[in-house]
């Protein structure tokens, strides 16, 4: 029997539920999100933190952990749209590929202000604003992104610009939570419905996210070195985020699926 596998998006965004992760009796693997789906519905994880798009259009084969999540309510930072015109006049768009949740929002946030572009996956970051009016951009792309726009880091966050030198940045969670009042959700931890995962390995990503958030200065520290970028930004990027599914993420959750037509019939893991 091959030992477990469990699956991570390699972002900055969940080093606070990786960084302290003992491995024992399982492997860690690192891929971007659309990948991750793909293996965690072939059958090739065990357990994976999966895009809440992915989740709710497959629902019917995966189970779910009851108490965690990647979501944020307010500004994410890290799901950007990067455009040069009003929404309402965008005409073509470039599309991240590595995530299916990011575009969908997009797309149904973009619908309901009135724009219908051509979007078009492709891969490559700020310079695609040549031939685009917007492009999409995601995690640590997205953070890098922005703060390469950046002239200096304020000193309170409320303060970061949403224009920068002719660019405007449209984070997508502000919009969700503009129309929703609700947080987005944008990951969560699911497996398939017949092989939910050994109870101490739910408990040893508990005790990993809990030392995580507890060293959270440490862990931006670390994840500011990797990316290039202010540790004070990445700070704040990171005490952001809410990773516990609490009732609001559930609500947010099933909105998410109202909007895109799904049902919400969740099964969560048996404590």
Known sequence: MRPLRVGFPPYANVAPLVR???PEGFSVVHAPPTTLNAWL???KLDLSLASSYAYLRHQEALGLLPDFSVAVLG?????????????????????TTESATSVALLKLLLKEAGAEPRYEQTKGELELLSAHDGVL?????????????LPEIP???HALPTSLGGVQVADLSVLWFRRTRLPFVFAVWAYRRENPPPKP???????ARREG?????????????RLGVH?????????????HLEEPDRLGLEAFAEALGLPFRPLYYPE
Do not use: C
């Open 20 to 22: 302290f992760l003992r």
């Open 213 to 225: 958030l507890a060293r959270l200065g440490e862990v931006a520290r670390g994840e500011a070195e």
């Open 75 to 95: 500004p994410v930072y890290s799901v950007n749209l990067f455009h040069r015109v009003p929404l309402a006049d965008l005409k073509r768009v470039a599309l």
């Open 155 to 157: 000193e309170t966050p």
């Open 201 to 207: 390995l739910v408990q040893a990503l508990r005790r």
């Open 231 to 243: 540790p004070a930004l990445m700070e704040h990027y990171l005490w952001n985020f809410r990773y």
């Open 41 to 43: 519905l072939e059958g």
């Open 137 to 149: 951009l995601i995690g640590d792309r997205a953070i890098r992104a922005y703060a390469a726009l």
